[in-house]
């Protein structure tokens, strides 16, 4: 598969363990943030989202924490797998403007 | 996957040709987009559509027109290919209602030679 990133931040996680993965977004203006998993290959895939009214959510295996203060997004995955091997990467968005994409996280899991 | 199929899903052309990449949905919704994906940049926003016949241009739009004369059906076209445009391209879509949610095709893996 393609190459997502060249130069990308890496994380290795031990399988089994719960991973951490970090954003710091530009604008303190953006409202809305989502999280996508890209395997070698394919397409971004939708993980959660949130809004800037909330400072965590929840969904299966993965949390999104979200720091205001801080312009600062974070997902954890718990009880990483090796299929969560991926590159991870946020996006946000403010008023009318569309979607900004930061350059990602490549997650990878030592057995 | 949204309902989102992307044609070819591998090009390999020559510069100075014209290539069209089609992006295809099965839900209706409103809002289209393209993207390309390059080593050391996130994606990056082409063109967008909000319906049919109605398009706007995103960040990285030199070379590159599209069109949409049917909600289900989004082109991209490189009127003359150039080395620069070669990339990995991708649709998506936002889900109706404002959601502000996108969902993205496969990709097309485009090299120009």
């Known amino acids: 598969g393609e190459s997502v990133g060249l130069h990308l931040p890496t994380l290795s996680v031990q399988e089994g363990d719960n991973s951490i993965i970090n954003c710091a977004y530009s604008n303190s203006a953006s409202d809305y943030f989502i999280w996508y998993k890209q395997e070698s290959g394919k397409g971004p895939q939708f993980i959660i989202d949130i809004r800037s009214n909330m400072d965590k959510r929840q969904g299966q295996r993965v949390t999104v924490l979200l720091n205001k203060t801080v312009k600062h997004l974070s997902l954890q995955i718990a009880a990483t797998q090796p299929g969560d091997s991926a590159v991870y990467f946020c996006?946000?968005?403010?008023?009318?403007?569309?979607?900004?994409f930061g350059q990602g996280t490549r997650l990878t899991i030592n057995p | 996957d949204a309902g989102i199929t992307q044609s070819p899903r591998h090009k390999v052309t020559e510069t100075g040709t014209p290539v069209t990449l089609r992006c295809h949905q099965t839900e209706n919704h409103r809002y289209m987009y393209w993207y390309r994906q390059d080593p050391g940049h996130g994606l990056r926003l082409i063109h967008y559509s909000y319906g049919v016949k109605d398009t706007d241009k995103g960040e990285v739009s030199d070379g590159y027109s599209v069109s949409r004369s049917k909600t289900e059906d989004f082109l991209l076209t490189l009127e003359s290919a150039t080395s620069s445009q070669t990339s990995v391209y991708f649709c998506a879509i936002e889900e109706t209602g404002g959601t502000d949610t996108q969902y993205f095709g496969p990709g097309t893996r485009l090299t120009v030679l």
């Open positions: 996006a946000e968005k403010w008023g009318a403007q569309k979607l900004v």
